[in-house]
């Protein structure tokens, strides 16, 4: 199902490259309120981290138009500890059995900051102006994941083995532009797919960003 996925959006975009009559260039960065989504999730918090990086407008007409971008994403989630402190050494024990067993939700679970996560993201997305300089945005995601670790007391724990490596989003936003070229997005992004490898925790990403940016041309 991933690589169908994966291949279809490939051949998707380039499709709309290869048949594209003018391009905008830009770059953005902005925040991330990142946290997850499932029935293992309640009590999980938000992280705030941050994105950046290129985005390749197409407009097709007056109000119709294909964005694709390539960024860094920090995402994850955050829970304090029930003492609301320093993990003690028995807990810090516990938590790397865990995480060599698989069970990123639970590292997390005892865990004071949490699992911080690192993708590349490449949303793939349809432009539809509602005025002239807002338009609504939406489409999937693809994501890779670079990093995953669990931070418990400023103790790192590397949780890459235990992290799926691709991550597939649904995406809505809106994107208001000024003429000379910068525009400000909101964005949620609803994960489809598990965070850890291990189905018996279930938590998806979930993360609504705001940032801003420029076209150069």
């Given at each position: ?6 291949c ?25 309120f ?12 938000t ?5 950046f ?48 067993t698989?069970?990123?939700?639970r ?35 693809i ?7 669990a ?20 995406l809505?936003?809106?994107q208001?532009?000024l003429?000379?070229?910068v525009f ?34």
């Amino acid at each position: 199902m991933k690589k169908l996925f994966l291949c279809s959006t490939i051949a998707l975009f380039s499709v709309i490259v290869t048949n594209a009559q003018e391009f905008h260039f830009g770059a953005k960065a902005g925040l991330n309120f990142a946290s997850a989504r499932g029935d293992d999730a309640e009590d999980l918090e938000t992280r705030t981290s941050f994105n950046f990086g290129g985005v390749l407008h197409i407009p097709f007409d007056e109000k119709l138009g294909f964005q694709a971008e390539l960024l860094y994403s920090g995402q994850g989630y955050s829970i304090e500890d029930e003492n609301n402190g320093d993990l003690n050494p028995n807990t810090q024990t516990i938590v790397l059995e865990r995480a060599n067993t698989n069970q990123i939700g639970r590292v997390a679970a005892a865990s004071n900051d949490g699992v911080i996560l690192g993708y590349i993201n490449i949303p793939l997305l349809v432009d539809y102006k509602i005025i002239d300089a807002l338009s609504i945005q939406a489409g999937p995601e693809i994501a890779f994941n670079v990093s995953s670790k669990a931070d418990f007391g400023g103790n790192e724990v590397d949780l890459k083995d235990q992290t799926s490596g691709t991550s597939f989003s649904a995406l809505l936003g809106t994107q208001y532009k000024l003429p000379m070229g910068v525009f400000f997005q909101a964005r949620y992004a609803l994960g489809l797919n598990n965070i850890p490898k291990d189905d018996a925790f279930e938590a998806k990403n979930a993360v609504f960003s705001i940032s801003a940016g420029y076209f150069f041309n």
